[in-house]
């Protein structure tokens, strides 16, 4: 399975609590829901094309808080986002989640590199993609261990200041290649990249 990482930034790279000001205050993060304003019509059929692709999604421990005291409520088997969350195998990173009540939950737990080899076994299995949806701490994890094969950045044309950031300082130097870019009428940008490798570095100064 192809592993693509999916989430929701603002223009200065914050992800913290997109859906609401109960998400993740953490830190006293004052502006949660800067999400909501934006969306549109063309984001949830953005949404819809991308669930309908997923196998298996993984999950970090917050993130999967969230999902399941929400998404467990939607009963419609018809949902898009709802019938892939609550059908297919979902895999959390946590080293405290031990007794999952949502179905088809399977905790990954250990040191990072019992982690890492969970994950890269996932991988390995046939199938279309792994999917990660938000899960901004999980995400650097698999940034830092080169896991993700597609990252599909959502960016907000807003700037909050404060907040976490998905690439934050001592994150690895990464090239990406853009694979897709699409815009929907509220002006977010939903761009596609593939990680290409260290970047490559150049110079305009002149000879003589």
């Not at 970090?60 to 088997?77: E, K, L, N, Q, S």
Request: proline share 8%; glycine share 12%.
């Amino acid at each position: 399975m192809q592993l693509t990482f999916t989430t929701f930034i603002t223009l200065d790279g914050v992800v913290q609590a997109p859906g609401g000001p109960e998400e993740d205050p953490g830190g006293g993060f004052p502006h949660g829901g800067w999400q909501v304003p934006f969306d549109d019509e063309e984001a949830g059929r953005y949404v819809t094309e991308w669930f309908a692709g997923a196998d298996a999604f993984l999950l970090g421990r917050r993130t999967y808080d969230i999902f399941a005291a929400y998404w467990p409520r939607v009963t419609d088997p018809d949902h898009p986002v709802a019938a892939p969350l609550n059908g297919l195998p979902k895999y959390v990173v946590s080293h405290t989640l031990k007794n999952p009540e949502w179905q088809h939950t399977t905790v990954i737990g250990g040191t990072d590199a019992d982690i890492v080899a969970e994950i890269q076994v996932l991988k390995e299995r046939p199938g279309g993609e792994l999917q990660v949806h938000g899960s901004g701490t999980l995400g650097r994890f698999l940034m830092t261990h080169g896991l993700i094969d597609e990252y599909r950045l959502w960016t907000y044309p807003v700037v909050l200041g404060e907040g976490r950031r998905l690439f934050a300082e001592g994150v690895a130097p990464t090239s990406f290649a853009l694979a897709d870019t699409r815009t929907t009428s509220s002006g977010v940008c939903v761009n596609s990249y593939r990680p290409t490798g260290r970047p490559q570095y150049g110079s305009y100064d002149l000879d003589g």
